[in-house]
């Protein structure tokens, strides 16, 4: 066997909802056992996902991986090792403004978060939906962030706004898309429009700096490492950017069908434990 080759460290970088995560969003025990094994076995193996670092930590707990997470969709990493953040990627000041204009003019509401000295602060602009009040209430008692919005949902902004990661709105499919739309065209960001959780009728509008992608996530993961080839795995649009970054690219079964047609590999469904097998196999036939 040459040991040159199969020494050389192969990065695997995996979505969570609707990749590798089950249909209750939950990792089963015999994905831990098998990702632990692919880490034992020599993978390097981290995540990247749209979710904040509160739910990330207790879903990912027992996989001994020693890398950052890619989260809030490249925004920034996450250390779970030491609870801290880095390579944050923050919109300017004047860019987080014009959005805030937007979403005021079209009365689109939205969640803002910024992050000051290691948490997240949370705000909103405009009334909450039913979906908003849920999602807040999910999360209301995270150590990991703080909600500053009150019932009325418009929240009191802090005067400067020059640490916005992200803007977080969960609205009817139309305005969603017509906002999005708008901020594209207008603004020097990375804005997304995608149906999520919430069905057909209901869509997420994100928008973050321009360079706050999971591309770059895994980028930046790959130097840290030093990787020679880098394997992701994804189901959704938010996804595309990492495919084009990854030297291979596999999607899931259930994946939309943009993300099918894009990857390399389209592999079993996120509910048969489908990319943990791939990251075993491939690490113990890597020669």
């Not at 020494?7 to 632990?36: E, H, M, V």
């Not at 709105?169 to 960001?189: A, L, M, P």
């Not at 995608?194 to 209901?202: N, S």
């Not at 030297?247 to 990857?263: G, H, K, L, T, W």
């Amino acid at each position: 066997m040459n040991t040159e080759i199969t020494n050389k460290p192969i990065l695997f970088i995996s979505d969570l909802d609707g990749t590798l995560l089950g249909s209750d969003s939950r990792l089963s025990q015999a994905s831990i056992g098998l990702l632990n094994e692919a880490i034992r076995s020599g993978a390097l193996f981290s995540i990247a996902t749209a979710r904040t670092p509160a739910t990330v930590s207790s879903l990912l707990s027992e996989v001994r991986t020693n890398l950052p997470f890619v989260v809030m969709t490249g925004s920034t990493l996450w250390n779970p090792a030491n609870q801290e953040y880095s390579h944050t990627r923050f919109l300017p000041e004047s860019q987080a403004r014009q959005v805030l204009d937007i979403y005021r003019i079209l009365g689109f509401s939205s969640f803002i978060y910024t992050l000051r000295n290691g948490m997240l602060h949370i705000y909103h602009t405009g009334p909450l939906s039913e979906q908003e009040r849920r999602f807040m209430a999910e999360r209301a008692d995270s150590p990991f962030k703080t909600f500053h919005v009150p019932p009325s949902g418009e929240s009191v902004l802090p005067p400067d706004l020059d640490n916005v990661m992200l803007f977080y709105g969960i609205r009817e499919t139309e305005i969603s898309r017509r906002v999005y739309q708008e901020v594209k065209n207008t603004v020097d960001c990375s804005p997304l429009c995608y149906h999520d959780i919430y069905g057909p009728d209901i869509a997420v509008a994100e928008v973050f700096a321009a360079d706050a992608t999971k591309a770059q996530g895994i980028k930046t993961l790959a130097e840290m490492t030093g990787a020679v080839e880098t394997i992701v795995f994804g189901d959704n649009i938010n996804d595309l950017p990492m495919f084009r970054q990854a030297d291979i690219s596999v999607a899931v079964e259930n994946a939309v069908p943009e993300v099918r047609q894009a990857a390399d590999i389209v592999i079993g469904p996120n509910t048969s434990d489908a990319v943990p097998h791939f990251i075993l196999d491939r690490i113990l036939h890597r020669y």
